[in-house]
């Protein structure tokens, strides 16, 4: 029987965003997986979570914790397989340190995953783009701030994880003005910003508060901007009555 504790750690801690080069968001994303996956086999099992093996997170716990997150924490297959891809990226780790669970890696790969219906997405027009940039209160700096990331996100095609991960000194004040991304798997790239992106991000660095952290946009604290703050500002500000599609 092997310890899962102490392998669990290293690929959390080091493997990750050492040698992964891992986001910190992919990297919380695969930690609070294994919280839960530990949670319940621990309870499964009755165990102290400190004294699982690594023995003890077989396919038929897998797959009873991944019926767990749909039924009773209401998990869609999208969130499920995210947690599963998880642990298969931790049974990939362990099977070039403990030879030993070969086997058991190799039956934990054949999981499949649950197949997702891709929803369309409905097209907007021009003027209904522009309603929706045009939403935020101008007259207020979380206004500014709002405005400059709605344009980022629809001028540069950016990911919430993208666009609240900027750094203020990714915005490249040169004409014509740009940012550069770090986006999904480290992958990076200089995007070039329309004027009135650009003009925008401006206005928000020149209200913006000097003293707040190294991100390009902060919260009403002076903290990081996160992925549920720009959720939350998302579900509160009422969309503009000139992108409201009729009925």
């Known amino acids: 029987m092997t310890q899962l504790a102490p392998h669990l750690t290293a690929f959390l801690r080091e493997h990750l965003p050492r040698e992964r080069c891992a986001s910190v968001h992919t990297c919380e994303a695969y930690a609070y997986s294994f919280q839960l996956l530990v949670t319940f086999a621990a309870r499964r099992l009755r165990k102290r979570p400190c004294l699982l093996q690594i023995e003890d997170i077989d396919v038929p716990t897998i797959l009873a914790f ?42 934990v790969h054949a999981i499949p995953m649950k197949k997702i219906d891709e929803a369309l997405v409905a097209s907007l027009s021009r003027t209904e783009v ?21 344009h980022l996100a629809f001028a540069g095609g950016l990911r919430v994880s993208e666009l609240v991960g900027l750094a203020l000194d ?34 928000w660095i020149a209200v913006r508060p000097k003293d707040g952290e190294t991100a390009l946009f902060l919260n009403n604290a002076g903290r990081m901007m996160t992925r549920s703050g720009f959720e939350y500002i998302l579900e509160n500000t009422p969309p503009p009555r000139s992108a409201a599609r009729p009925r």
């Open 66 to 107: 991944l019926e767990h997150i749909e039924a009773v924490r209401g998990n869609k297959p999208r969130s499920r397989n995210a947690r599963l891809a998880a642990v298969k990226s931790f049974f990939r780790y362990l099977e070039h340190r403990v030879p030993a669970v070969l086997d058991q890696a190799l039956r």
């Open 170 to 203: 990714q915005f490249g004040w040169r004409s014509p003005a740009s940012i550069h991304i770090i986006g999904k798997g480290r992958r990076e790239r200089v995007l070039p910003l329309w004027q009135e992106t650009a003009a925008a991000v401006r206005a």
């Open 130 to 150: 522009q309603a929706l940039l045009d939403a935020p209160d101008r007259r207020t700096s979380s206004g500014i701030r709002d405005r400059a990331m709605l």
